[in-house]
Every structure is written in structure tokens, then in C-alpha cells.
């Protein structure tokens, strides 16, 4: 499998000189609240594919869609807001480096901000990716925030999706990495939900997604 530099919430700040250079990864995946030119640093600096997800502090990213190389937006020419040459995989099944890549990004509603969305509205959300899927296993579920009860937290802004569970089951990703949640410098628990690992990403990992192993550059 793959091995990949996922990031979300917080810059390494190691990570903006030629320190990343030295990361010998495939796929760079993103899980939200980045800068969307450290995203493109990354993908650039690596020479590698980016993958991510809008965090709920990212700007709106929907409505766009691209044909012969340029982007339109209302049936409109427009500048694309999101990181240069990076996939948006927000309720989209990719195919990337090898890997089946299904996105989920957002936070649960909490003010009027961008990217965020009720249980409901989240929940209608996650069964279109899963028609999406077409009832085929995927590798990587990439979510801004976790599913509700495992990794989240009882405030409002931060407590996860209920929705996660149900889409698990039907995509049988290996993995669900996202972010969201920042540690605080508390060690970050593992947490399974059934074979899928659920990975709490906010900073910068590389994980090697055929073992269990976790790095930090």
C-alpha cells in the first residue's frame, strides 16, 4: 500500500523548508484547515498528487466544476479558490497513487460559517458518496471530524458525525483519518470501528497504510 504525508489543523512549520525534501511518501492527503498554499508547497516540494477536504475554516469550495482545463462556477469562467492542482474529494470517491480515496469534509454546524452542516444535512451527504462508492470497498475515508463517540468532544463545535458510523460499515474503508480535533498536547488515542482504524491526523503524519505503523516527520 501506499505511504502517504497526511496533514490537518496545524502547520509544521518544519515542514515549510527543504525538511520536506526528505519525506519519501506517495500522496500527500489533506483533512482540512490547512493554508491552501502549505498544501501546495507540500505537493509541490514532494512532486507528489494532493488529495483533501474542506475544514469548516476553509472557504466554500462547492459549486465549481472544471472542463478543458478551466474552471466555471455558475456556468461562469472563475478563479478556483482551492489549492493549485490539489482534488477536492468533499462527497467523491477518487482514485489516486494506487488508492480509493472517499472524502467527507465539514464540521457540524455551529455558527454560519462555510463547511458546516447539521447531523441531517451531513447524513444526506454521506449516503450520496456512499451511491457514489457503487457498493465497492474503498481504502481511505477522509473526513474533517471524526464520527460522533470516537475521538470527538462534548462541545458543540467539536463533537463528531453520527452519520460516520453508518457510512463505515458500507464503504469498509481500512482506514478514517481526519482531523478537527486538536490534542492539545494529550497523546492521541487509537480507536477502531470494527476493521477501520480511525486516525486523529492534526498535524503532519506519514502513515504507511499497509501496517499499522505511524510516523511523524
Known amino acids: 500500500m501506499p505511504r502517504v504525508l497526511v496533514v490537518a489543523d496545524e502547520v509544521d512549520e518544519k515542514l515549510w523548508t527543504d525538511c520536506a525534501q526528505s519525506l519519501s511518501v506517495d500522496l500527500v492527503l489533506g483533512a482540512g484547515d490547512l493554508p491552501f498554499d502549505y498544501l501546495e508547497h507540500l505537493a509541490d516540494t514532494l512532486e507528489k498528487p494532493l488529495v483533501f477536504v474542506p475544514g469548516n475554516h476553509d472557504p466554500d469550495l462547492t459549486g465549481y466544476t472544471r472542463y ?61 458518496l456512499v451511491r457514489a462508492a457503487r457498493g465497492s470497498a474503498v481504502d481511505v475515508l477522509l ?31 481500512r482506514w478514517l483519518l481526519h482531523g478537527h480535533i486538536h490534542p492539545h498536547g494529550e497523546k492521541v488515542r487509537a480507536h477502531h470501528l470494527g476493521e477501520t482504524r480511525v486516525r486523529n491526523v492534526v498535524g503532519a503524519h506519514v502513515l504507511d497504510l499497509g501496517r499499522q505503523g505511524v510516523g511523524v516527520p
Open 143 to 173: 473526513t474533517h471530524s471524526p464520527p460522533r463517540g470516537v475521538g470527538d468532544r462534548e462541545d458543540r463545535p467539536h463533537q463528531g458525525f453520527d452519520c460516520l458510523h453508518r457510512t463505515v460499515e458500507r464503504l469498509r474503508p
Open 68 to 128: 478543458r482545463g478551466v474552471v466555471f462556477r455558475a456556468g461562469f469562467p472563475a478563479r478556483w479558490p482551492g489549492p493549485c492542482g490539489g482534488v477536492n474529494a468533499d462527497g467523491r470517491v477518487v482514485e489516486v497513487a494506487g488508492l480509493r480515496i472517499a472524502g467527507l469534509g465539514g464540521s457540524i454546524r455551529y455558527n454560519e460559517g462555510p463547511n458546516q452542516w447539521t447531523q441531517r444535512q451531513q447524513a444526506r451527504r454521506a449516503r450520496r
